[in-house]
């Protein structure tokens, strides 16, 4: 058992990284936000992959969540590892106006 920020959790901590939030972007892009602080950009379109086809398509891209440190889409239908969008993703550096939905 650990504590962090006055909460108690089972387990070790891990350094897997969590994503605490997730906002859709122009062009199929998210701009994911990590509890360690750090944002990324990371581009939906690229996944592959039957159960990801649903993704190239824009309203679907628009419904995107963050569940458990996940980020996921249609009521969780789909949804990426952590580890897998911060290893696909690049670093955000206050992205054009001309991003943003």
Known sequence: MYELDGICYAGVP???PRIVEATPLTGGMLLVSFASGE???FDVTD???PASEPLQNKSVQMTVAVEH???SWLDGTIDLAPSYVYEHS???NDAPEDLLV
Do not use: A, Q
């Open 47 to 49: 996944v592959s992959g």
């Open 69 to 71: 440190g996940f980020v």
């Open 90 to 92: 690049v670093v955000y």
């Open 39 to 41: 944002k990324r950009l």
């Open 14 to 16: 891990s350094d897997e």
